[in-house]
């Protein structure tokens, strides 16, 4: 018996069960539909590597390095002490290890090169004694007065302030100028006391 109605019904389900087997969604340009395209990006996104920015930001921060330095007194005879022009020794039992330095040719010098904090220079001061010219790294020269009314051995003459811990250098120079007072314009170079040591 022909039931077309029956033959309607079944081709009504066919098509409804393609129409809810097919992606939702409008079709892009590509031809594509956006839920398989969202569905694709998300499956081909590949995770980034941090940038050098964010991966600084997350390190701690640097830790100076600590310097355990100590004040020691080094004596005019070290060898690592750098003399230019003529000096004579001479001293006695009242100077810092029993002698020092003297010279009275403007120009002579000498240079200490050291790794620390702090210098400090050591002198006999006295009636006949002129000025130093100091000069600290790459600073502009200073002049330090050695004269004293009366002798006075292993006087400290000059500090630096606190420097930064490091490689430094200070010239000592006789100048030729003293005090009006002075008799003389010589000076004594006994030791110097650094916060670290010599190189």
């Known amino acids: 018996m022909n039931r077309p109605w029956l033959l309607a019904l079944l081709m009504t389900a066919v098509v409804f069960l393609l129409a809810g087997s097919a992606p939702m969604g409008c079709t892009n340009l590509e031809g594509t539909s956006e839920t398989e395209t969202t569905a694709m990006a998300a499956a081909t996104t590949i995770p980034q590597e941090p940038t050098t920015a964010s991966v600084a930001s997350t390190q701690p921060p640097a830790t100076p390095p600590t310097v355990g330095l100590t004040k020691v007194r080094f004596e005019e005879n070290d060898p690592h002490l750098i003399w230019s022009g003529p000096w004579t020794f001479t001293g006695g039992a009242d100077d810092s290890g029993g002698s020092c330095r003297y010279t009275e040719d403007v120009g002579s010098s000498v240079t200490v090169k050291f790794y620390g904090t702090r210098i400090s220079l050591i002198c006999a001061t006295g009636l006949a004694v002129g000025e130093a010219k100091l000069t600290l790294d790459s600073g502009t020269p200073f002049l330090v007065d050695c004269y004293s009314a009366s002798p006075i051995y292993q006087r400290e ?35 110097f006391e650094v916060v670290g040591t010599l190189e």
């Not at 302030?161 to 006994?190: F, Q, R």
Request: net charge negative; with cysteine.
């Open 157 to 191: 003459v000059w500090s630096s302030s606190d420097l930064a811990a490091g490689t430094h250098y200070l010239k000592i120079e006789c100048n030729g100028t003293c005090d009006p007072a002075s008799g003389g314009t010589g000076i004594y170079v006994d030791a």
